[in-house]
């Protein structure tokens, strides 16, 4: 659906501003395709070829471990580089890698739930302030699941 800018007066597809609501309206249904691939070129409105750009965060809620499930998904920033791929969790700085999102994601996942049934094992008062925080972040997003 298109959105209109209530200053200007325009309507965005995807990128593209439109000054017609109507017009913007006839864009996606004769191209038939989402905001991201139509774009103005030559004069007229095209579908694009160009791939959509990987975001920058994404939201993790999806765990491996049987014992385990997710209750409040994970934002995570997804960094690219020299064909290395980074997931990283700001809140309690843990990260995984891989040559692709799917590997990363699968490093994180590895990552998140040994760090969780370390510290679900310990007692608080054996943590510091560090690890209390994270233990803190980690036991409000996973908890085991009902057996």
């Known amino acids: 659906m298109p959105v209109q800018d209530q200053q200007q007066k ?6 593209a501003f439109i000054e017609s609501e109507d017009f913007a309206r006839h864009v996606k249904r004769d191209y038939q395709c989402p905001d991201q691939s139509v774009r103005y070129t030559g004069g007229k409105w095209v579908k694009s070829t160009e791939k959509p750009r990987p975001a ?9 471990d ?4 997710i209750v409040c998904p994970i934002e995570l920033k997804v960094i690219r580089d020299a064909g290395t791929v980074s997931v990283v969790a700001r809140e309690i700085d843990e990260f995984g890698h891989g040559p692709d999102l799917s590997s990363a994601l699968d490093d994180f996942r590895a990552t998140l739930t040994e760090l969780f049934n370390e510290l679900q094992a310990r007692s608080e008062a054996e943590l510091g302030p560090d690890l209390r925080r994270v233990w803190e972040f980690l036991s409000s997003h996973i908890a085991p699941r009902a057996a």
């Open 10 to 15: 325009t309507f965005s597809v995807g990128t």
């Open 56 to 64: 920058e965060t994404i939201s993790f809620g999806a765990m491996n």
């Open 66 to 69: 049987p014992k385990l499930r």
